[in-house]
């Protein structure tokens, strides 16, 4: 596929270029060799963080090429969170998905652009304790009845974590691991085909429908990433009737700092 010609900012050109990441701790990554010179080659005008683990007053910089940043820290402190950077300015923002269950996490943030929504999504591990599959279905409910929400006014895209391999190619061991493992249960892929059912769109699975072996998170156990033993969880959905301004979609595979890899689209604005 031609890529973009970035010799000059997308948003000159009439295009906004997306990056989303779970950075599994935003001061530690910030602190990682060369973390902020790699990200900016990419020249990404929005950044969508997940996992941040911080309150912006727990920072001593932040990116300053990003002029309006926005933050949904969770109460319980060094948990969660999520974190939007954006050389543009969005109409207005908002912070969780309207219910009080599931908004004291830092989940969501949701940026309103002139054509469309941005929601910044950290779905709820299902692995941490009895009764947490339960609330998992109960969040991805939650979660698409927002989403059904913003698309009654506008074409929505989410990106994040959502914490769910969709089929047998988006992680190395499916067999071994379905219903067995948390992320790849019937009920967590039963909400993600619910999200598209309703409307929405895996971005890197339009462009490639089965390319295999393009994972965004491996476990620090067993050399997992150098063998590239992983899983695809995380994504960037679009509304359907948005799909043909997505001019671009891809995995950097290759950027470290975390356990997950960034994801990205390049849409035309």
Not at 9 to 38: C, Q, T
Not at 90 to 105: C, R
Request: hydrophobic content about 35%.
């Amino acid at each position: 596929m031609e890529r973009i010609n970035l010799k000059y900012p997308l948003i000159l050109i009439g295009y906004m270029k997306l990056i989303s990441w779970n950075v599994n701790g935003i001061r530690a990554i910030l602190k990682k060799d060369h973390f902020e010179e790699e990200l900016e080659k990419e020249k990404p005008d929005v950044l969508c963080f997940q996992e941040t683990k911080a309150h912006p007053d727990q920072m001593n910089r932040f990116f300053l090429q990003y002029p309006n940043h926005y933050w949904n820290a969770a109460e319980k402190k060094g948990y969660s969170g999520t974190t939007t950077f954006s050389k543009i300015k969005p109409l207005q923002v908002s912070y969780g998905i309207e219910k009080k269950e599931h908004d004291t996490e830092g989940r969501v943030i949701t940026i309103e652009f002139e054509k469309f929504y941005l929601v910044n999504c950290y779905t709820p591990n299902s692995g941490r304790g009895n009764g947490i599959l339960d609330y998992r279905q109960k969040w991805d409910i939650d979660f698409l009845d927002y989403l059904k929400r913003l698309d009654k006014k506008k074409p929505v895209i989410i990106c994040g974590d959502l914490n769910v391999a969709h089929t047998d190619i988006d992680l190395e061991h499916p067999k071994a691991n379905y219903n067995k493992s948390p992320g790849y249960m019937q009920e967590e892929i039963d909400g993600f085909e619910n999200i598209l059912k309703s409307g929405f769109v895996d971005t890197f699975r339009q462009f490639y429908p089965d390319k295999k072996k393009e994972y965004t998170w491996w476990s620090y156990r067993s050399a997992a990433r150098q063998r590239n033993v992983g899983w695809r969880i995380d994504y960037i959905l679009i509304s359907e009737r948005f799909v043909k301004s997505v001019k671009e979609a891809f995995i950097l595979q290759k950027m470290k700092g975390s356990d997950h890899c960034p994801v990205g689209i390049v849409v035309k604005t």
